[in-house]
């Protein structure tokens, strides 16, 4: 299974956009990097995910490095709602997702 | 569009009790899995379901522990004889098989507390 190496943490101010690096430098052509976060208490919601290209939804970007080996989550307007443990991970084939540490997200008024 | 829901939220027992946990899937996704989390760790997979058939158990599901998906929709996770250190957040999530990737909806967990 690919690793995957995030920062343990990191600060954003609210309102500034927020850039969550991962490295993955075991990655396959084929698995994909998903994102997912987790608030206290609550289940992981998944935010995003990608394969070679740079994916954008209604929550977050995905920047994928042309080399596959590393990725970035930008959330474009942090909000104090988006304080959370994130996490990067790669979909092995067998489909089960592994969770590392993630980085715990702050974002402060 | 109803998420992914698990039944109790919150569960206290006494250690060598059996409970037993349910999870509703979203409406047509084929693909259910189980995780456990302690508390400052991530999620562990335990194992999943692909329609009816159980297709991978982690080693961590010890073989007090049981799932079963009759008929390919809802999942139930019972943990006979419980121990304290099986004391931890349940949760349990949804996909629809689409090749090769596998987007996983989790729901709220079930937390369990073995005194």
């Known amino acids: 299974d690919a690793k995957t190496t995030q920062p343990p943490s990191m600060d954003c101010a609210e309102g500034r956009a927020a850039n969550l690096p991962c490295n993955h430098s075991?990655?396959?052509?084929?698995?994909?990097v998903y994102w997912y976060r987790q608030i206290h208490s609550q289940g992981p919601q998944y935010i995003i995910h990608?394969?070679?290209n740079n994916e954008t939804n209604e929550m977050a970007s995905l920047i994928i490095t042309e080399d596959r080996k590393s990725s970035t989550l930008i959330l474009p307007h942090a909000t104090l709602r988006d304080t959370a443990v994130y996490y990067c991970i790669v979909l092995s084939n067998d489909y089960k997702l592994s969770f590392g540490a993630g980085t715990t997200v702050t974002v402060r008024a | 569009d109803t998420g992914v829901s698990q039944d109790p939220r919150h569960k206290i027992t006494k250690r060598g009790q059996n409970v037993t946990f349910r999870c509703d899937p979203i409406s047509e996704h084929n693909r259910l899995y189980w995780y456990r989390q302690t508390l400052g760790q991530g999620p562990e997979f335990l194992t999943y379901f692909q329609n009816e058939a159980q297709l991978e158990k982690s080693r961590l599901l010890s073989d007090r522990f049981s799932a079963e998906r009759p008929k390919g929709s809802f999942s139930t996770l019972e943990i006979q004889r419980t121990e304290q250190g099986d004391s931890a957040m349940y949760l349990c999530?949804?996909?629809?098989?689409?090749?090769?990737?596998?987007?996983?909806?989790f729901g709220p967990g079930t937390r369990l507390t073995v005194l």
């Open positions: 999530a949804s996909s629809v098989e689409t090749g090769r990737k596998d987007t996983q909806y």
């Open positions: 075991t990655i396959s052509g084929n698995e994909y």
């Open positions: 990608g394969l070679k």
